[in-house]
């Protein structure tokens, strides 16, 4: 049953809740993800991308603010010297700050040497933005971010390791602590939340 190499064929078949935890990790809001797999089955990887930016599309400022929170700032590249990551600290801290939230930008396109500067280039230069304008930017590198976890295979994996294991799983708790099932950057993926 596992013929997609996205595990699409598997997570089609999933309980409601193990498909919304699997999810959760992709992006945070509970709301996006019980979009998706309410609108199971989806036939190909395109259309549960397609379905992804519409239910990123049609959020709410509370869904943005959920998502957003549940993002987190991952470790510079390795080997990256250490005032890089002093400097990115120190940004991130005076980001969030300034608009109450993760910062999070797609570095698509990049290779792990150009991530770190990308990075710093992108939140220093997205610091003297208003709020309103962030909150745009911040949504779509959101939806980018989605996406390309959905795209390279996260969603197989947690698929898989959640067929590993035994114990039955959970309906989401609205109420869980902001930090359960936090989508991670995967290393995998030119796609960093700082």
Do not use: K
Request: one cysteine or more; aromatic letters at 6%; a negative charge.
């Amino acid at each position: 049953m596992q013929s997609s190499p996205h595990g699409l064929s598997r997570f089609n078949t999933l309980p409601a809740a193990e498909a919304e935890r699997a999810l959760l990790t992709c992006c945070g809001s509970l709301h996006w993800t019980r979009r998706l797999a309410a609108h199971r089955p989806y036939p190909d990887l395109g259309a549960l991308l397609a379905a992804a930016d519409e239910a990123v599309y049609d959020f709410v400022p509370a869904d943005l603010d959920e998502a957003l929170s549940r993002e987190t700032l991952p470790l510079p590249p390795h080997g990256s010297y250490s005032v890089a990551h002093t400097a990115l600290g120190a940004a991130h801290s005076a980001y969030e700050s300034r608009f109450g939230h993760a910062f999070v930008i797609c570095l698509d396109g990049y290779g792990p040497d150009e991530a770190l500067d990308q990075l710093l280039a992108g939140i220093r230069s997205r610091l003297g933005n208003d709020p309103e304008e962030e909150r745009v930017l911040s949504w779509d590198e959101l939806r980018r971010l989605a996406r390309g976890r959905l795209a390279r295979g996260r969603l197989a994996r947690l698929v898989r390791s959640l067929d590993a294991r035994t114990e039955p799983q959970e309906a989401i708790d609205p109420q869980e602590p902001a930090d359960s099932g936090r989508p991670d950057s995967a290393s995998d993926s030119p796609y960093v939340a700082v």
